[in-house]
T-cell receptor, first 113, second 113 residues
Framework: AQSVSQHNHHVILSEAASLELGCNYSYGGTVNLFWYVQYPGQHLQLLLKYFSGDPLVKGIKGFEAEFIKSKFSFNLRKPSVQWSDTAEYFCAVKGNRDDKIIFGKGTRLHILP | NAGVMQNPRHLVRRRGQEARLRCSPMKGHSHVYWYRQLPEEGLKFMVYLQKENIIDESGMPKERFSAEFPKEGPSILRIQQVVRGDSAAYFC???????????FGPGTRLLVL
């Protein structure tokens, strides 16, 4: 079955700490991978995406993610988080010829000032 | 370029009433997708439409839910005879083509009393 698993539901970090949010997916075939972010009271925004090419993808606000095909993983990283990174982060997968995006349940990140 | 627009942002209905949720895609986007986010869950695909056509409704509940995307005007997600379990955030997304990135609107939060 097609699915996305995010390892942590809640993460609490202090400012300047390094961040890694785990994401594994189950999907047959060629995939497109996404991380979306939802800041408090705001709508879902695209943080970064992988369609093809370099498996290390750089997104907005200093975030990056690495696609490891052999591990079916697409972990999100940021070397030094800020208080403004407090948000909910969703990992998602889509078949490259498919219409529906399959989302993980989300990880709520809380950054302590 | 305005983003995906959804209205209303918040909607309160009593059990048995109808809910109509509207979505205007980004300019130049002819593909519209509806997703539902239940509390503590990730977004779940409901339906994919192009102008005047439903392409994939595999995620739509079999009863009470319908969607349309007329030639003129916004896409409408209609829920008849709402029940408490319909309380959720409903997100619309659009893309210029099937294989392109989907951009999300701010969502409509439906509360059924």
């Amino acid at each position: 079955a097609q699915s996305v698993s995010q390892h942590n539901h809640h993460v609490i970090l202090s400012e300047a700490a390094s961040l890694e949010l785990g994401c594994n997916y189950s999907y047959g075939g060629t995939v497109n991978l996404f991380w979306y972010v939802q800041y408090p009271g705001q709508h879902l925004q695209l943080l970064l995406k992988y369609f093809s090419g370099d498996p290390l993808v750089k997104g907005i606000k200093g975030f990056e993610a690495e696609f490891i095909k052999s591990k079916f993983s697409f972990n999100l990283r940021k070397p030094s988080v800020q208080w403004s990174d407090t948000a909910e982060y969703f990992c998602a997968v889509k078949g490259n010829r498919d219409d529906k995006i399959i989302f993980g349940k989300g990880t709520r990140l809380h950054i302590l000032p | 370029n305005a983003g995906v627009m959804q209205n209303p942002r918040h909607l309160v209905r009593r059990r048995g009433q109808e809910a109509r949720l509207r979505c205007s895609p980004m300019k130049g986007h002819s593909h519209v997708y509806w997703y539902r986010q239940l509390p503590e869950e990730g977004l779940k695909f409901m339906v994919y439409l192009q102008k005047e056509n439903i392409i994939d409704e595999s995620g739509m509940p079999k009863e009470r839910f319908s969607a349309e995307f007329p030639k003129e005007g916004p896409s409408i997600l209609r829920i008849q005879q709402v029940v408490r379990g319909d309380s959720a955030a409903y997100f619309c997304a659009s893309s210029p083509r099937l294989s392109e990135t989907q951009y999300f609107g701010p969502g409509t939060r439906l509360l059924v009393l």
